[in-house]
DNA sequence: CTTCTCAGTCAACACTTGTACACTATTGTT
DNA sequence: AACAATAGTGTACAAGTGTTGACTGAGAAG
């Protein structure tokens, strides 16, 4: 798996690297392979299950505390981007599969993402503005957000500097849509 | 290009298209791929040229005429909606270039996404709301409605139904997405 | 009528691909 | 000490890969 993904760190797309290749690049015969997947879509999935294991750890990790939504939306932001940087050839699979792999990975990247948005839903419930919204209305917003933090995730990526100052400007520009939705989740009921 | 289409629409990913396999797909032998491109990244550049083509042409035939503004991102969602449904291997293979294409291709498709989002934010300066508001803040408006508009196209392609009903569904998400979005801009400035 | 350009063909190359089969080394449990 | 499970090795094969070079036919341009 780690093979794998450091050949795909390497601008190198899932779906065209072959068996053959992350079994060299582990070290080991191609025939070996098959001791530990069937296939190569096997191996992205259980890649993909340990991202969202991570992803999960760290949510739980930072849970929204009741605080001043301004900074809060900031903090969160920036460990996301952080988390994104540290562990950037993860992002650039899941963000190949979301778009490119078999339908299997498709499906697995579409039900980690509603994962996100749901325990979204259920940490801004309890903000006054959501506290008596409708569940479908909230989880359009919700999904709105996850969308917009995971749609620039791959510009994130893309910056070839990878100085403090990218990360910082990604993090401002993010912040500003998610005020955007803010402000408008705010004015929905009326 | 027609057969490289084809191949993506047969659920294949356009990195792991053989030029081969265009070839024998084009009732053509290999050989002759090469009277037309390079390789397979200078197929994929043309293709995207074809759809941005397309998509100038369809948005000026569609041109924001003064109008109220939800019926208005409710027509706009819908002829882009219908647009897709029409042309879904051009949006599988942009899909899939947007994440896995090799770099060229990565930016060559936000490039397109730029020019979207420039046009849009020239069409929405009109509006009262928009008349004097900062450029910048304009340009991030407009990139979180673009990008809105856009992440939801794979799941719409990914719909195995292809009836009235699924497109209808997404229409009538993305319009309140968007709507949240209208309203979050109409409180901006204050 | 000749000439030139374009899109096609054929054969060949060196290399990579997934997978099958039989065999060996390592390791933890009884 | 014996055993079973696990992870590794070597060889082999048929199929597919990008690219080469030399050749052919159709039609446009002169």
Redesign the interface.
Known sequence: MQSALTLVGD?N????ISLREVAKNAGVVPTSFYRHFRDMEELGLHLLDELGLMLRKLLRKTRLRDDYIETLTRESVRVYAGFVMEHRNYFYFM??S????T?AL?EAV?TELRYFSNELATDIRRLPIFAQMNTD?LG??T??IV??V???T??LL?QTKTDEKTTSDYVD?TV??L??????????QS
């Open positions: 601008g797309n899932f779906n065209s963000n190949q979301r778009t490119g792999g339908p498709r579409r209305d359009i917003i999904e709105l969308e917009t995971f749609a620039s791959i510009d893309d520009n500003k849509k005020r955007i939705i803010w402000l408008g989740a705010g004015e929905w």
